[in-house]
């Protein structure tokens, strides 16, 4: 059985004193790793979320700083986004 792997990018966010404020969780395949070649916006969004639960944990993977994921806006409502940390995360809308 073959499969695209999956990843996930990790962008980190500096303030004008160069400091870590938070992270940019990307996007990224095992076909695509130094940028990322969306087709569908709310895959590539649950596909971060997914993988970023089941292989690192947002405490691990934030090293205790926000996070920032790209969410188209009809994925917003969805029902999926309640089991995330909303401490530790913030959306950046996306549209293609």
Do not use: H
């Not at 996007?27 to 695509?32: A, H, L, M, N, P």
């Not at 649950?46 to 944990?57: K, M, P």
């Not at 029902?79 to 809308?93: G, M, Q, T, Y």
């Amino acid at each position: 059985m073959s499969y695209n792997k999956s990843l996930v990018g990790r962008q980190p966010i500096l303030n004008r004193n160069l400091e870590i404020v938070a992270y940019e969780l990307l996007f990224r395949s095992e076909t695509s790793r130094e940028s990322a070649l969306i087709e569908d916006g709310n895959f590539a969004t649950a596909t971060v979320i997914i993988n970023t639960l089941s292989e690192f944990g947002f405490e691990r993977i934030l090293s205790g700083q926000r996070g920032l994921i790209n969410i188209e806006t009809d994925m917003l409502m969805s029902d999926a986004l309640e089991i995330l940390p909303r401490n530790a995360l913030c959306w950046s809308f996306w549209k293609p």
